[in-house]
């Protein structure tokens, strides 16, 4: 199983688009989101130069967004198509993400839907609940330390 990422091209929009409502879906339907708002709020909010395609064995399989917000890595979006979900693929993304963040000594945040299953993974990876807000939680993960234990 060989996870990577390649940069997202214009062609790609209607894919994650796609993904992101088929995924959605559930989310949408119980917080009574308004679609077209939805729909209108992804337009604004997809950014080509953020973008980067999940790919495992050379096939697409999903799609994050992520950016350099105050100081932090940001994760605006991740997701991996539901035939894929539930092995991990979430996971290591999310530690390669974990790790380029380390790389660069910066936290990385990210905002994620109260009624979301995904709150645990990031729970589990060491992210603490920062704020809230009526339908989202906001969420940070301080860098590793990677001091010695010696002075």
Not at 38 to 60: E, K, N, T
Not at 69 to 92: K, M
């Amino acid at each position: 199983m060989v996870i990577s990422f390649r940069p997202a091209i214009p062609k790609d929009f209607d894919y994650c688009e796609r993904l992101y409502f088929v995924e959605m879906e559930t989310i949408i339907r119980e917080l009574k989101l308004d679609l077209q708002a939805q729909a209108a709020s992804f337009r604004r909010q997809w950014d080509l130069a953020d973008v980067r395609i999940i790919r495992l064995d050379g096939a697409d399989i999903g799609w994050l967004q992520s950016t350099q917000r105050d100081s932090t890595l940001f994760l605006a979006q991740l997701f991996v198509a539901g035939s894929f979900q539930r092995r991990g693929i979430g996971t290591e993304v999310m530690h390669r993400l974990i790790a380029a963040a380390n790389e660069a000594g910066q936290p990385m945040t990210l905002e994620v839907v109260k009624i979301n299953p995904a709150k645990r993974l990031y729970d589990r990876l060491g992210f603490r609940t920062t704020g809230e807000d009526d339908r989202k939680y906001h969420m940070r993960r301080e860098p590793d330390r990677t001091e010695s234990a010696s002075s």
